[in-house]
């Protein structure tokens, strides 16, 4: 199983501020199967970006995905108040699909 | 716009089995570019994924799950299912289904239901 690893847990960062989210899988990820989320609490997860950079429909420009490899990144260059929530990446590069554990992006 | 709807019983006896059912609307159960999928989602493990099912029946499991799901089609109704067997309090959580679009070199989850809570108790 490819264990997807999300660094950090928590980051709490005041809106305006630069947002960078790690995503550290334990074995190669096609950069096509890698995927981000967003969810707000009581709500279902939105897809982000899929195929590590290519943002989904409606998703605005300040999140931008990166990586290959072991190593991916989401970051969201200024952060506003819709966006504090929690993150999650996505593999099917290797049965079964994984999910990170998420990274809550709170309110400083 | 596709979406998804998941319903049946939020609570369900240890040791029996929980069935959930999605129907879909906006588009169509045969399209050849989706599979339809079951994530749970429970505090102890996070989003985890239950499996994956095609219009034409062929199905993948988590191999954690594998003995004890089934997943399967109904085209006249535009609805798939979830049978988990024999479940336990380590079973409850909330239960989404979505849409994997699976075309080319890319999968991923682009339409989520709203998920729905079962719970494992006596």
């Known amino acids: 199983e490819n264990v997807l690893t999300q660094s950090p847990g928590t980051l709490s960062l005041s809106p305006g501020e630069r947002a960078t989210l790690s995503c550290r899988a334990s074995q190669t990820v096609r950069t096509t199967l890698l995927a981000w989320y967003q969810q707000k609490p009581g709500q279902a997860p939105r897809l982000l970006i899929y195929?590590?950079?290519n943002r989904a429909t409606g998703i605005p420009d300040r999140f931008t995905g990166s990586g290959s490899g072991t190593d991916f990144t989401l970051t969201i260059s200024r952060l506003e108040p819709e966006d504090f929530a929690v993150y999650f990446c996505q593999q099917y590069g290797s049965a079964p699909l994984t999910f990170g554990g998420g990274t809550k992006v709170e309110i400083k | 716009q596709l979406q998804l709807q998941e319903s049946g019983p939020g609570l369900v006896k240890p040791s029996e089995t929980l069935s959930l059912t999605c129907t879909v609307s906006g588009a169509s159960i045969s399209s050849s570019t989706y599979y339809w999928g079951w994530i749970r989602q429970s505090p102890r493990k996070g989003l985890e994924w239950i499996g994956s099912?095609?219009?034409?029946?062929?199905?993948y499991y988590n191999p954690s799950l594998k003995s004890r799901v089934a997943m399967s089609v109904d085209r006249s109704k535009n609805q798939f299912s979830l049978k988990l067997s024999s479940v336990t309090a380590a079973d409850t959580g909330v239960f989404y289904c979505a849409s994997l679009f699976d075309y080319g070199d890319y999968a991923y989850y682009d339409h989520w239901g709203q998920g729905t809570l079962v719970t494992v108790s006596s």
């Open positions: 099912v095609y219009y034409t029946g062929s199905a």
């Open positions: 195929g590590t950079l």
